[in-house]
């Protein structure tokens, strides 16, 4: 059936316009600007006069727990949510069980996902000391990339032994996503936290001062370095200081891109008292200088690509402190209207939101006809409505986890599978 989406206001590649998009089967067959269309019979409308039209968003980093963790959740629950925010495409970490870190465990989960998914979807592999030789033999066109752990984190994928690195930094193929914190140094702090504290598991407001910016520097530092010495297209996850947006802007190497996530565009460390563990992630979130400066990052484009790090818990594995509550939140189905609503407040502006968490996932990781608004391509689309509201109070949390937080925008995906 042909359908016509009415009337929108379309962001698309860095221009605003009223138009109409006509959509045949998965595709976009044609974009009308400024001129009124007029339905033909057995046309399928959707009014979306006074809305905005965006690309459907890219999340290059979400836990879809499965297989092993659906307790969590799962590619259903997790796609699902997906839509719901707007986010047409996820990229699935490899941190299951058994952890995805074989050319076979990466096919088990492909066809795992078969018919099971809301929206589009693909699988990091992920590196460990002793798989090079999968990582050399993948088809890089069926992986975004390969995940690399250079910092424990949830999941014990941890890769930091210096001969180990230098011969995956070599020999990667693709695109090589980083993980990067110092461990011994987390270790360090943590034995000094427990010290400080008298105590077994510090308060979780000393979490940004266990996992510190420190930390995560000399991680990326030695990360930047060895995708210098062998010309590696490193891209550097979840950014969470202001000293690793200096260390990118000195490099400024193309080959070298980085990930902000939500939680520390929109968290600082003053949150903890609020929040407590709902917002313990890993890197930690941190001071309100390093928000200001990832935001800035942003948007003078230092930082190329907005994604998640969605990552499901039981709310009884938040329960805790320092060193045994769980990391990671959910807030996939709130990322889009979150930047959006920054965007509204003046913090970023409306193209650049689409920019990073669009356009930008989509050209980083060769995406066919995705990630923007042209003819020939896939009909995968958000409508935004902006005068909807939804605060996300206490009786959502089970599901909604980015607590506390009032969006102005409301997400949907139309998408066509």
């Known amino acids: 059936m042909r359908t016509v989406i009415l009337n929108a206001e379309i962001i698309n590649e860095g221009e605003r316009f009223i138009g109409s998009l006509i959509l045949e089967g998965e595709e976009i067959i044609q974009i009308i600007r400024q001129e009124e269309y007029k339905p033909a019979p057995g046309e399928r409308i959707v009014n979306a006069t006074g809305m905005i039209l965006v690309p459907g968003a890219i999340d290059d980093h979400v836990h879809m727990r499965d297989p092993g ?23 699935d970490m490899p941190n299951v069980v058994p952890q995805t870190t074989s050319l076979d465990l990466l096919k088990e989960r492909y066809a795992m996902a078969q018919n099971r ?14 798989n090079l030789n999968d990582i050399v033999n993948v088809d890089i066109t069926s992986i975004p990339g390969i995940k690399l752990f250079m910092g424990s984190s949830t999941g014990n994928m941890l890769v930091d032994e210096e001969t180990a690195l230098d011969a995956i930094f070599a ?30 598991d510090p308060d979780v407001t000393m979490h940004p001062q266990i996992r510190d910016a420190e930390a995560c520097l000399m991680s990326t530092q030695l ?46 460390d003053q949150d903890y008292a609020r929040l407590g ?14 928000k200001n400066a990832l935001l800035k990052a942003v948007a003078s484009n230092k930082i190329d ?16 402190n320092a060193l045994t509550a769980v990391s990671g939140m959910p ?10 609503s920054l965007a509204k407040q003046g913090v970023l502006s409306v193209e650049q939101v689409v920019e990073k968490m669009c356009h930008n996932p989509a050209r980083l990781y060769r995406i066919e006809k995705r990630g923007f608004i042209r003819k020939g391509y896939k009909a995968d689309l958000v409508i935004v409505r902006r005068s909807d509201k939804k605060e996300i109070t206490e009786q959502y949390r089970s599901e909604d986890t980015l607590c506390g937080n009032n969006s102005s925008y409301a997400a949907y995906a139309y998408r066509y599978l």
């Open 69 to 91: 963790l659906t307790h969590k959740g799962d590619m259903v629950t997790e796609t699902a949510a997906a839509a719901a925010g707007g986010v047409t495409t996820v990229f």
């Open 117 to 130: 998914c809301s929206v589009n979807f693909a699988f990091f592999l992920g590196a460990t000391r002793d």
């Open 171 to 200: 020999q990667t193929p693709t695109l090589l996503m980083t993980h990067c914190e110092d461990t011994d140094r987390i270790n360090h702090n943590m034995q000094k936290a427990v010290e400080e504290c008298g105590c077994d």
């Open 223 to 268: 990360a930047v370095k060895l995708a210098l010495k062998h010309g590696t297209q490193l891209h550097v996850a979840h950014l969470s200081t202001q000293s690793e947006v200096e260390l990118l802007r000195n490099t400024a190497n193309p080959n070298i891109t980085a990930e902000a996530c939500v939680a520390h565009l929109i968290y600082t």
């Open 277 to 290: 563990t709902r917002i313990k992630c890993n890197p930690a979130i941190k001071l309100s200088a390093d």
């Open 305 to 320: 690509v907005i994604g998640t790090d969605h990552a499901p818990h039981l709310l009884s594995q938040k329960e805790g």
């Open 331 to 340: 807030g996939i189905q709130y990322s889009l209207p979150l930047m959006l």
